[in-house]
């Protein structure tokens, strides 16, 4: 790939993350939530109570993210947090009614969201977007597992001194 498609292409990922990043910002704020914490409720919703530091792990994101979202969550009564039964250290996660009845509206502002998306695109197109973009995400996943070499997949090893 040249210069020219490298940067096409890494233009139009950053610019599609950023502008659906603010979009959804804009969605979520009448509902008072923001970024990030839509995908926690929807989680919840599609998993049920779950460890906190399971719920940062099926949500990609680093333990203080998300008790800084369980936090402001549990404080608007969207969710509650109980000491897990076997570990008094880890909290269980869960939707409160209250929770589950907003998670019913961002689901409907998540298709919204989506249908806004993709205007345009024909059909089969959408049907291969979630494939294709997992791909992607795949491919610049830093938590991909190394080989036992401390290599990537495509890596060369490096020589060693003796």
Not at 49 to 63: S, T, V, W
Not at 149 to 157: A, L, M, Y
């Amino acid at each position: 790939m040249d210069f020219d498609q490298a940067d096409a292409l890494n233009q139009a990922i950053r610019l599609l993350s950023l502008r659906h990043r603010a979009r959804t910002a804009t969605l979520l704020t009448p509902l008072g939530l923001h970024p990030g914490q839509e995908a926690l409720l929807l989680e919840l919703a599609r998993t049920g109570p779950m460890i906190q530091a399971q719920l940062g792990e099926a949500l990609g994101c680093e333990p203080p993210s998300v008790t800084l979202m369980t936090r402001k969550l549990e404080a608007s009564g969207q969710i509650r947090r109980t000491p897990a039964p076997t570990d008094k250290r880890a909290s269980i996660v869960e939707l409160t009614d209250s929770g589950k009845a907003l998670v019913e509206q961002v689901k409907q502002l998540w298709c919204d969201l989506a249908e806004e998306t993709v205007t345009g695109l024909p059909a089969e197109t959408v049907a291969e977007l979630p494939g294709i973009l997992t791909t992607l995400t795949g491919n610049v996943d830093t938590r991909r597992l190394r080989h036992p070499h401390g290599r990537r997949d495509g890596e060369q090893e490096l020589p060693t001194r003796p």
